[in-house]
């Protein structure tokens, strides 16, 4: 079978909170990923104390994992768009190697 | 302490829609997967548009993240097992490599 | 743009049972990592049978995630500190290298 697609791609996973989601998955389009996957209402300790999801009142305020893949020329760029927005508010952006299948979806055309 | 068992194994991060899960969970039961983990309800956008985990009427058209660690033997077979399903479906495999201790509750007898 | 900081570090991601999360933060916090995030509800199936996320009637009973990042020296002594409950208890420990950015939520000043 010589159908399967097999492609070295960097992976992202970007925890930050929920109502910051917007700025992230707007950044990813423009910079052409085509897709992503979204953890929603995760916990959280950080600098800033302890997100308990399921505690919230706010729920603007849970923490999100956005999960996509990229091809590697387009880390540093992505990168550099989100470095303003982690100087000023909380968040973390996992980078690791992967290989996937289906690039059609994570690529650019 | 030497009783922690570490051996590099390969994760398989496998997103597709929820209603299929039991393929790739099945499929996995025959390659001799003893364990694996499901993260549910996630949101995603792809190809296909955009999945809103929360907003769905249809329980079973969310998306599912199947995490499971097997031995690099397994990644083939595994992927050429996926191949006629990721053709018709939407979906997407992550492969990378990882360090696992409790090797026996992910490795073949 | 410089500001960006990127270092190596090793991704921990533990899968146990949600009522023991407390020993692993706990261990994590004393051995001076800052921060983590914990996905909830999870599925899975391992040696001890399925669990079954939304129908566990136990809400202790069900799988957690606890992902974090810290620097690679940490890694023996956490896990030395992980071994006898893994011992005891269901869970499993992946590693893998990642970079992160944001470093001084993860490292140890």
């Known amino acids: 079978m010589n159908n399967l697609k097999f492609s070295p791609l ?8 929920g109502e910051h989601q917007e700025f992230v998955t ?12 979204i953890v929603n209402n995760l916990s959280g300790k ?10 919230m009142f706010n729920e603007d305020a849970v923490l999100n994992m956005i999960i996509t ?18 100087n000023k508010h909380s968040g973390v952006v996992f980078v ?6 289906r690039l059609e979806k ?4």
Chains 1, 2, 3 share one sequence.
Not at 96 to 101: L, M, N, P, R
């Open 69 to 86: 893949a990229v091809p590697e020329h387009l880390v540093n760029p992505i990168m550099e768009g989100f470095a303003p927005f982690f």
């Open 10 to 17: 960097k992976k992202l996973e970007i925890i930050l909170e």
């Open 46 to 55: 950080g600098s800033q104390g302890f997100h308990e999801g399921h505690l």
């Open 26 to 37: 707007d950044l990813l389009d423009h910079a052409g990923v085509k897709g992503y996957t």
């Open 106 to 109: 994570f690529n650019k055309n």
């Open 96 to 101: 690791s190697d992967i290989q996937v299948t």
